[in-house]
């Protein structure tokens, strides 16, 4: 990732999320995982794909994401994990406005996600931040959230009741 | 309206119209008016009402603008007359990107608007113009189109065949 943006494109970029950018922090069901969870942390910008060369100047200006076209309408540019979320969010949150709640929530999530890989107890409580980004997103389709995590992690006997 | 927005300002609010916001060229019927149409061009921002209160930042910062609800779910800022869109789009241009061609659009259209007042011919120019900046909004709405205001003209003999 770039790391050398100047303030004027961080302005434009953050306004653009604002817009029309989603801050997802998302958990994923991983069986092959001693927790069975993983958190993935998305910063995702759609675009009909009549201009995916916009999300294409997009990626190449950040020199990351991944472009995919959700089907034949729609493409979106999703830059995926926390170890190139972070930096990026660090950088855009002087000049988020609208999703800067999320951009706040889902840094403390990277910050602490190394540490709790094999902490059950840590590792719920960034799943109640990820809740949280997701209230905030208004996001309706999720099938996993931090509940379905804690049973889990009872019914393992890797937590308390 | 504000003239004194820096740079930064400028560039976040190109990326939020870039993601979110509409910049339009609508043809609506007037029938108190000697060519029956005129020309609405209109910035329009919208948020969840939720959110209501980022859109109540933007009008003071940009010391203009009008906000209205949708309904119960849906609110919007618009900034809307040829005469305060077209001094904020030529600051905005800069830094505008996925909707330059229709802001390019849409000031040759403001520049027009005054001395076609009465020239149906120059009018008609500047509604295809309008037609443009619809196609490359997706727009799938509209009602009037240049083809319409040709038909009047001709129906009201203002223009030839």
């Known amino acids: 990732m770039k790391?050398?943006?100047?303030?004027?494109?961080?302005?434009?970029l953050a306004g653009f999320i604002d817009g029309d950018g989603s801050l997802i922090a998302q958990i994923v069901k991983k069986d092959d995982y001693i927790l069975k969870y993983q958190i993935r942390?998305?910063?995702?910008?759609?675009?009909?794909t009549s201009r995916k060369h916009?999300?294409?100047?997009?990626?190449k200006e950040l020199d990351t994401g991944t472009i995919r076209d959700r089907n034949d309408k729609i493409t979106e540019l999703n830059i995926i994990g926390h170890l190139t979320v972070q930096p990026l969010l660090q950088q855009l949150r002087p000049f988020l406005r609208i999703k800067l709640k999320q951009a706040n929530l889902i840094i403390r999530i990277c910050e602490q996600l190394s540490s709790?890989?094999?902490d059950p107890i840590k590792f719920l409580e960034l799943c109640e931040l990820s809740?949280?980004?997701?209230?905030?997103?208004?996001s309706k389709k999720r099938t996993v959230t931090s509940a379905t995590v804690k049973k889990t992690f009872q019914d393992l006997g890797l937590i308390k009741e």
Chains 1, 2 share one sequence.
Request: overall charge negative; aromatic content about 8%.
């Open 3 to 12: 790391t050398n943006l100047n303030d004027l494109q961080l302005a434009y």
């Open 41 to 48: 942390i998305t910063i995702s910008m759609i675009q009909s």
């Open 54 to 59: 916009f999300l294409i100047q997009f990626q």
């Open 116 to 118: 709790t890989k094999n």
């Open 131 to 138: 809740d949280q980004v997701a209230n905030l997103n208004d």
